[in-house]
Structures are given as structure tokens and as C-alpha cells.
């Protein structure tokens, strides 16, 4: 039989390496695969989550392999003279307005949560994603610091990108009861981030941030941390890891439409493993 633990999915961000969980997603949607009652999305993360919630097949491919490669979106050129490097107001918007969203499928949808970091605090907000407050909430999760000028408001709070202080919400899913927690990553497996090599740099940048400078200078330690949950999680927690293989070509500012489309179809094969393997898994304890 299976499991009456609560489900939840994890999706990591990681801004072009999001192709990967496009694909695991995308796998998901062609075998009506919607079991979990928790969600919780980070960046880019969380925007393909609004394309598998909204059962739209491709959606979240289209975007980063035709959208976020143009110049529109990521210019080196703007971003010297003072611009956005990466434009993710526009691209949001763009990707609303050229490829549609079915918003009555979000009324079927689980709990979809998605991260942000507080700019004064430096801490993590876990915020509900609704249809209301969609547009700001994909907005605050996706506002890399530097890269984007603008520092998104909700209610009386400034955000910034979610995975800033919290990139792989596994250890909150746990907090919030999931016992049975897939989470997708962007990084192969074995990977570690690295401290921060300029340290001063990041404070003088965040002056007048001191708190999300310290999130910042303790990225490396609070991923890493997220890691070793998922290497030991508890005893009472059952979790799967979907992760793109050793030879995911991709990194967060790959602009190569080859490569996006290789690590798309990356991972539509990690995601049908992973549901043949899950139903072979249900068939031996039913």
C-alpha cells in the first residue's frame, strides 16, 4: 500500500541549471504524476513549479531555453552601464503574457510555498504561492542581488532571491510534517558549495544590508547543511533525491541552447526513472 506519510516535492533553483527540473517536472505532467500535499519551490524552482501546478507541458522548457536567452533578459552590455543582468521582471511577465497560464488548474493545486529572503533580516520567508500574489511572489523568490537592480516589496517587506538563505527547503518541509519528501536538485550528486573567497567584498557590497551580508557569507554552510540532512535525514523520513548526472552541462548563466536542451531531456529521463522506480517500490509493499 502506499505510504500515509505526507508528501512533499523540493525544487531547487539555480537560474539556468532550472532546465534540468523543467524536464523531471515535465515528466511528471505527462504521467499525471500529483501526489504530494507540500511544495516548496526556490527561484527557479519555483517558477517551473508554476508550470507543473498548471499542467502545461513544455511551458518551463520554452521559458529558459527561448526566453532567458535573449538579450532581453540576460545583457552583460546593460548590466555595464548600470542595468539589470538578468531581467527577471520581464521575463515573468513575457512568459505570462506569450505563453498563458491555466490559473483555474491552481485551484486543484497542493500547498505551494515559495522562498524568499528578507533584505533586512537575511532571514527566509516561506510565503503561499496564490494566484493573487503570484506575479510578486515569482518576482521576490527570483531576485538574484546585483544581477537584478530592483529589490521586490511584499506588504511592508523588501526580498530577494529565495536561495540566498534557504536553497534546498528540505529540513522545512520536515518542520512542516513531510515524511516522504522528493527533492530535485540542480547540481550533480556530491557536489558542495564553496565559502565565499571574498568576504569583505560581499560586506562592502551589503553595507547597508549587514544581515543579508551575513546570510550571503553563510550561504555555503547552510546549503551544505541542507546536504547532509539529506544524506541522514531522520529516522521517520523516508527521501528521494533527483539529481541531473555527472556530465549536466549547464550552469547558472549557460546561454547555449544546446546545452539547455540536453540537460532538459536530462531530466525527463531522471524523472521517468524516478516514477518506475517509485511504482516498482509501491507494487513490492502492496
Not at 198 to 206: D, M, S, V
Request: a neutral charge; one cysteine or more.
Amino acid at each position: 500500500m502506499e505510504s500515509l506519510a505526507k508528501q512533499a516535492l523540493i525544487v531547487e533553483g539555480g537560474a539556468m541549471r532550472g532546465i534540468f527540473a523543467a524536464g523531471v517536472l515535465d515528466a511528471f505532467i505527462s504521467e499525471q504524476h500529483y501526489p504530494f500535499e507540500l511544495i516548496i519551490a526556490v527561484s527557479a524552482g519555483a517558477t517551473n513549479t508554476v508550470g507543473y501546478l498548471g499542467r502545461h507541458i513544455g511551458r518551463s522548457r520554452k521559458i529558459i531555453s527561448r526566453l532567458a536567452t535573449t538579450r532581453r533578459f540576460f545583457n552583460p552590455r546593460r548590466f555595464a552601464l548600470g542595468g539589470h543582468l538578468t531581467d527577471v521582471h520581464w521575463l515573468w511577465h513575457e512568459s505570462c503574457k506569450v505563453l498563458p497560464l491555466n490559473m483555474d488548474n491552481f485551484a486543484k493545486a497542493p500547498e505551494f510555498i515559495a522562498v524568499v529572503t528578507d533584505v533586512d533580516s537575511g532571514q527566509a520567508q516561506y510565503i503561499p504561492v496564490t494566484a493573487s500574489n503570484m506575479d510578486d511572489v515569482m518576482l521576490a523568490t527570483c531576485a538574484l542581488p546585483i544581477a537584478f537592480k530592483e529589490t521586490p516589496q511584499i506588504g511592508d517587506n523588501t526580498f530577494t532571491d529565495g536561495g540566498m538563505a534557504d536553497s534546498i527547503p528540505v529540513a522545512e518541509a520536515y518542520r512542516r510534517g513531510a515524511r516522504d519528501i522528493t527533492v530535485v536538485l540542480s547540481h550533480p550528486l556530491g557536489y558542495r558549495m564553496k565559502p565565499s573567497r571574498l568576504p569583505w567584498l560581499t560586506q562592502r557590497i551589503f553595507k547597508e544590508h549587514p544581515n543579508l551580508a551575513q546570510t550571503l557569507l553563510d550561504r555555503a554552510k547552510v546549503y551544505n547543511a541542507s546536504l547532509d540532512f539529506i544524506d541522514n535525514p531522520p529516522a521517520d523520513c523516508r527521501l528521494t533525491v533527483i539529481a541531473p548526472p555527472n556530465d549536466f552541462a549547464v550552469s547558472r548563466l549557460t546561454m547555449d541552447r544546446n546545452k539547455l536542451d540536453a540537460g532538459y531531456q536530462m531530466g525527463i529521463e531522471a524523472g521517468q526513472q524516478y516514477l518506475t522506480e517509485r511504482q516498482q517500490l509501491l507494487a513490492a509493499s502492496a
